[in-house]
């Protein structure tokens, strides 16, 4: 039975982004998930399947 949401890090194992690329990316509105209050986010899997349809890829740290 699949999960309805999925926690930052849940989320992190089953995609190719890092929790906290997932939770930074959440807090500024760039990629779809759920907010309950100010800093708990929560993804369903359509949120994860459209993240990786805008093909979304964390940035390479720098040197």
Known sequence: ME?????????AELTSFTRDWL???ASRGE???RRYG???FRF??????AIKE???C???PRP
């Open 58 to 60: 964390p940035a390479e």
């Open 3 to 11: 999960r309805l949401l999925y926690t930052p890090q849940e989320a």
């Open 23 to 25: 939770v930074r990316a």
């Open 44 to 49: 369903a899997h359509e949120d994860l399947e």
């Open 31 to 33: 990629i779809p998930h």
């Open 54 to 56: 805008m093909g979304a």
């Open 38 to 40: 100010k800093r708990l």
